[in-house]
Protein backbone atom coordinates (compact mmCIF):
# COMPACT_ATOMS: atom_id res chain seq x y z
CA UNK A 1 0.00 0.00 0.00
CA UNK A 2 2.84 2.35 0.90
CA UNK A 3 4.19 1.66 -2.40
CA UNK A 4 1.79 2.68 -4.32
CA UNK A 5 0.70 6.06 -2.41
CA UNK A 6 4.94 6.26 -2.92
CA UNK A 7 4.29 6.03 -6.57
CA UNK A 8 1.32 8.27 -6.56
CA UNK A 9 2.98 10.88 -5.14
CA UNK A 10 5.54 10.63 -7.81
CA UNK A 11 3.53 10.50 -10.78
CA UNK A 12 1.80 13.35 -9.42
CA UNK A 13 4.62 15.36 -9.35
CA UNK A 14 6.04 14.25 -12.53
CA UNK A 15 2.33 15.36 -14.09
CA UNK A 16 2.63 18.83 -12.33
CA UNK A 17 6.15 19.56 -13.54
CA UNK A 18 4.79 18.75 -17.07
CA UNK A 19 2.02 20.95 -16.69
CA UNK A 20 4.05 24.10 -15.50
CA UNK A 21 6.88 23.31 -18.47
CA UNK A 22 4.02 23.21 -20.60
CA UNK A 23 2.99 26.30 -19.47
CA UNK A 24 6.37 28.31 -19.38
CA UNK A 25 6.76 26.94 -23.48
CA UNK A 26 3.16 28.33 -24.29
CA UNK A 27 3.96 31.79 -22.33
CA UNK A 28 7.34 31.87 -24.15
CA UNK A 29 5.80 30.94 -27.64
CA UNK A 30 2.58 33.67 -27.12
CA UNK A 31 5.76 35.96 -26.13
CA UNK A 32 7.73 35.68 -29.31
CA UNK A 33 7.26 38.66 -32.28
CA UNK A 34 4.99 36.64 -34.73
CA UNK A 35 7.75 36.47 -37.56
CA UNK A 36 9.91 34.61 -34.88
CA UNK A 37 7.02 31.81 -35.02
CA UNK A 38 6.75 31.64 -38.19
CA UNK A 39 10.59 31.38 -39.03
CA UNK A 40 11.58 28.59 -36.66
CA UNK A 41 12.64 31.60 -34.11
CA UNK A 42 14.68 33.34 -36.57
CA UNK A 43 13.71 37.53 -36.59
CA UNK A 44 13.52 38.22 -39.97
CA UNK A 45 14.12 42.01 -40.73
CA UNK A 46 11.46 44.05 -40.24
CA UNK A 47 11.51 46.69 -42.58
CA UNK A 48 11.76 43.90 -45.45
CA UNK A 49 8.69 44.50 -47.92
CA UNK A 50 6.80 42.39 -50.09
CA UNK A 51 6.47 45.63 -53.33
CA UNK A 52 7.77 48.93 -53.11
CA UNK A 53 5.40 51.53 -51.57
CA UNK A 54 2.95 53.17 -54.20
CA UNK A 55 3.85 56.61 -53.06
CA UNK A 56 7.11 57.75 -51.53
CA UNK A 57 7.40 60.46 -49.31
CA UNK A 58 8.56 63.38 -50.78
CA UNK A 59 11.27 64.01 -48.26
CA UNK A 60 13.14 60.76 -48.90
CA UNK A 61 16.29 61.18 -50.69
CA UNK A 62 16.52 59.14 -53.89
CA UNK A 63 19.12 56.91 -54.46
CA UNK A 64 20.94 55.40 -57.81
CA UNK A 65 21.86 51.64 -58.59
CA UNK A 66 23.58 50.83 -61.51
CA UNK A 67 23.88 47.16 -61.56
CA UNK A 68 25.66 47.70 -57.80
CA UNK A 69 28.98 48.90 -59.42
CA UNK A 70 27.68 52.71 -58.55
CA UNK A 71 25.58 54.31 -55.70
CA UNK A 72 24.39 57.84 -55.74
CA UNK A 73 23.05 59.74 -52.72
CA UNK A 74 22.29 63.09 -51.30
CA UNK A 75 24.88 64.84 -49.00
CA UNK A 76 24.14 64.98 -44.97
CA UNK A 77 21.75 62.57 -44.75
CA UNK A 78 21.66 59.48 -42.64
CA UNK A 79 18.55 57.56 -44.34
CA UNK A 80 18.34 57.02 -48.03
CA UNK A 81 16.17 55.04 -50.42
CA UNK A 82 17.46 51.79 -52.01
CA UNK A 83 16.09 48.62 -53.55
CA UNK A 84 17.80 45.51 -51.88
CA UNK A 85 15.58 42.57 -52.46
CA UNK A 86 15.91 38.64 -52.40
CA UNK A 87 14.87 36.95 -55.23
CA UNK A 88 11.72 35.19 -54.37
CA UNK A 89 13.80 32.08 -56.32
CA UNK A 90 15.73 31.60 -53.55
CA UNK A 91 12.31 30.50 -51.07
CA UNK A 92 13.28 27.69 -48.59
CA UNK A 93 16.57 27.58 -49.71
CA UNK A 94 18.36 31.40 -48.53
CA UNK A 95 17.80 34.00 -46.37
CA UNK A 96 19.96 37.39 -47.24
CA UNK A 97 21.78 39.93 -45.43
CA UNK A 98 22.91 43.49 -47.23
CA UNK A 99 26.74 45.45 -46.34
CA UNK A 100 27.55 48.27 -47.63
CA UNK A 101 31.18 49.21 -46.04
CA UNK A 102 32.83 52.34 -47.02
CA UNK A 103 36.72 51.59 -48.05
CA UNK A 104 39.55 53.22 -46.22
CA UNK A 105 42.03 54.56 -48.27
CA UNK A 106 44.09 51.27 -48.37
CA UNK A 107 41.40 49.23 -49.25
CA UNK A 108 42.31 46.86 -46.52
CA UNK A 109 39.98 48.57 -44.02
CA UNK A 110 36.47 49.17 -43.99
CA UNK A 111 32.95 51.35 -42.18
CA UNK A 112 30.12 49.77 -42.17
CA UNK A 113 27.64 52.06 -43.53
CA UNK A 114 24.42 49.80 -42.97
CA UNK A 115 23.82 46.85 -42.41
CA UNK A 116 20.34 44.98 -42.88
CA UNK A 117 19.11 42.10 -40.76
CA UNK A 118 17.93 38.86 -42.68
CA UNK A 119 15.82 39.30 -45.53
CA UNK A 120 13.42 36.56 -46.71
CA UNK A 121 12.78 35.62 -50.02
CA UNK A 122 10.62 37.78 -52.13
CA UNK A 123 11.57 40.85 -50.01
CA UNK A 124 12.56 44.42 -50.54
CA UNK A 125 14.37 46.57 -48.57
CA UNK A 126 13.26 50.28 -49.72
CA UNK A 127 15.10 52.42 -46.86
CA UNK A 128 18.19 52.23 -44.88
CA UNK A 129 19.77 54.05 -42.15
CA UNK A 130 23.51 54.77 -42.52
CA UNK A 131 25.90 55.16 -39.49
CA UNK A 132 26.40 58.57 -40.47
CA UNK A 133 25.59 60.58 -43.28
CA UNK A 134 28.86 61.80 -45.59
CA UNK A 135 30.14 64.79 -47.12
CA UNK A 136 29.62 65.79 -50.95
CA UNK A 137 32.39 63.39 -52.84
CA UNK A 138 33.30 60.41 -54.31
CA UNK A 139 33.95 57.03 -52.20
CA UNK A 140 35.13 53.57 -52.52
CA UNK A 141 32.91 50.71 -51.40
CA UNK A 142 31.91 47.52 -51.43
CA UNK A 143 28.32 45.85 -51.03
CA UNK A 144 28.40 42.74 -49.35
CA UNK A 145 25.22 40.37 -50.22
CA UNK A 146 25.28 37.12 -47.47
CA UNK A 147 23.06 34.39 -48.37
CA UNK A 148 22.37 31.93 -44.81
CA UNK A 149 20.96 28.71 -45.40
CA UNK A 150 18.00 28.66 -43.92
CA UNK A 151 17.74 25.19 -42.47
CA UNK A 152 20.27 26.30 -39.56
CA UNK A 153 21.57 29.95 -41.17
CA UNK A 154 25.44 28.72 -41.52
CA UNK A 155 26.93 31.04 -44.09
CA UNK A 156 27.40 30.33 -47.98
CA UNK A 157 29.48 32.02 -50.53
CA UNK A 158 29.10 35.75 -50.17
CA UNK A 159 28.90 37.92 -53.18
CA UNK A 160 30.47 41.22 -53.11
CA UNK A 161 31.12 44.03 -55.30
CA UNK A 162 32.95 47.34 -55.77
CA UNK A 163 30.75 49.66 -55.62
CA UNK A 164 31.51 53.95 -56.80
CA UNK A 165 29.95 55.73 -53.75
CA UNK A 166 29.28 59.65 -55.32
CA UNK A 167 27.70 61.91 -52.62
CA UNK A 168 26.38 64.91 -54.29
Known amino acids: MKKKRVLFVVSYIALA???VFD???LFCILGMKEEARFTGGVVLDPSAQDE??????????????????????PP??????IDLYNPAE???????????RLLDESEQGY?????TGYV??????????LSHSLPAGEYDAQLLIQPYRMRDLSPTNN?????KLTVK
Do not use: W
Not at 52 to 73: C, D, K, N, W
Not at 92 to 97: D, V
Not at 122 to 129: A, E, L
Open 17 to 19: LLF
Open 23 to 25: LIM
Open 52 to 73: RPTETPTTMPGVTVAGFSSLTI
Open 76 to 81: DVDTIA
Open 90 to 100: NNGYYYMTFEL
Open 111 to 115: EVLFK
Open 120 to 129: APGKHIYQVT
Open 159 to 163: VSAAV
